[in-house]
């Protein structure tokens, strides 16, 4: 094997000079799409803010409905709630609606929003070019088949990591938001949300999503490398189940609905993970049966 690297052997120094020039580039490729983000980040500050609007807007149906229930129960007065007292054109009233922009306490919080959603799109789209830098200098120090296997891992990871952020955008968020605000209704306190908080929940849970469904890919290049068997990983169903509940219980806000959108993927996840790791498992043991 010592002959597969004899063409990337080098000094401690040009090693060094190596990596320094792969960072160099791909620090400059996360440079680039920072600065193209930032020439368009209205832009993206509205497609940062879709799941925000779409929440509040599911928040105040509920709340309409919940008062225009309470008035017609004979419970509360309609102008006290709603604009008119027709109920053919009932509005609600500002005061018990969801804000439906978000606050920003202090003067420069707006901006270090523009960057923070500036740098999430410079990784988001640059971050691969980095990667792929580092990934020429530590592939010369690979075997070809350790080369081979990594590469054809790859796609299939950066797909379930663009999969788990959409999940997060599209499904988590909005839902968690609604369900953690519809717990108390507009008229014992007023909904406003904090921009810095937002984004944080909508990083938080969307890149967590993102990590938690690389699950399938971790297992299969575990048992394609003999360091898990399926048989092991069958076994430990139950514990993935708890361990997933647990899990969702620290990432996601305290409530059940929103553990359960994250457990019940992680469970889907194992057991596609573990259907690739029987498949990729038998020819691994068929070689093994062969050599014996």
């Known amino acids: 094997m010592a002959e597969d690297f004899e063409h990337t052997r080098m000094t401690l120094g040009e090693h060094l000079a190596e990596l320094r020039t792969r960072l160099f580039k791909g620090v400059i490729g996360v440079f680039v799409a920072f600065g193209l983000a930032f020439s368009q980040y209205e832009a993206i500050t509205d497609i940062v803010m879709g799941p925000f609007h779409e929440s509040v807007a599911r928040m105040n149906v509920y ?66 070019f980095l990667l792929w830098q580092l990934w020429q200098f530590l592939a010369a120090g690979l075997y070809p088949a350790e080369r081979k296997a990594a ?68 297992m299969t290049f575990a048992t394609r490398l003999g360091l898990l068997e399926p048989a092991q990983l069958a076994k430990s169903r139950p514990y993935l189940i708890v361990g997933a509940f647990v899990l969702s219980a620290i990432l996601t806000p305290p409530d059940p609905v929103t553990q359960c959108m994250m457990a019940i993927p992680i469970m889907l996840l194992f057991e596609v993970g573990l259907l690739s790791s029987k498949i990729c498992a038998k020819p691994r043991m068929v070689a093994s049966g062969a050599e014996e």
Request: aromatic content about 18%; charged content about 15%; some cysteine.
């Open 151 to 218: 590469l054809r891992y790859f796609p299939f990871s950066v797909v379930l990591f663009i999969v788990g952020v959409l999940f997060g955008y599209f499904l988590m968020v909005p839902y968690a938001m609604y369900f953690m605000g519809i717990a108390l209704p507009t008229d014992v306190l007023q909904l406003q949300y904090r921009l810095s908080d937002y984004f944080s929940l909508l990083t938080a849970l969307s890149l967590a999503l993102a990590v938690v469904f690389q699950l399938p890919v971790m």
């Open 63 to 128: 709340f309409a409905e919940h008062f225009a229930e309470r008035v017609e129960a004979g419970e509360l007065e309609a102008l006290e709630f709603f604009t008119t007292d027709d109920p053919a054109t009932w509005e609600l009233r500002p005061e018990y609606k969801a804000a439906d922009r978000p606050t920003a306490l202090g003067p420069t919080e707006n901006f270090t929003f523009i960057l923070r959603i500036c740098l999430y799109f410079a990784l988001f789209i640059g971050g691969p």
